[in-house]
């Protein structure tokens, strides 16, 4: 399975940007060392499979860590990924990135 290109900022993501606002997310993102999460969950994912590009092991991660540190359930995780700029920059999605899973 390839694995999806995130996080490059676009015009509008450096715009709206608010880093060093002083968010907890802000603040978190910047406490932590997460190449080194990504050394130890890294290979988790199997990039040669097939099927659609999936996220990048980081980027799930710490969308993960959200649902927890909030208590969303998973189709909230999804919404406020879709409605919130602090939890999408914290994750690593641009406004670009789409993050919907396909539902039935």
Do not use: N
């Not at 995130?6 to 060093?20: E, H, I, R, W």
Request: charged residues 30%; hydrophobic residues 40%; proline residues 4%.
């Amino acid at each position: 399975m390839s694995v999806k290109r995130t996080g490059a900022p676009g015009f509008v993501d450096v715009l709206l940007s608010t880093k060093g606002g002083g968010g907890s997310l802000d603040r978190l993102g910047d406490l932590v060392k997460w190449y080194r999460f990504e050394k130890v969950i890294g290979h988790l994912r199997d990039e040669a499979g097939p099927g659609r590009p999936g996220y990048p092991v980081l980027v799930l991660f710490k969308a993960l860590l959200v649902q927890s540190l909030y208590g969303l359930s998973d189709r909230e995780l999804e919404e406020a990924l879709d409605d919130r700029l602090s939890f999408r920059r914290f994750v690593g999605l641009s406004l670009e990135d789409a993050y919907r899973t396909t539902r039935c």
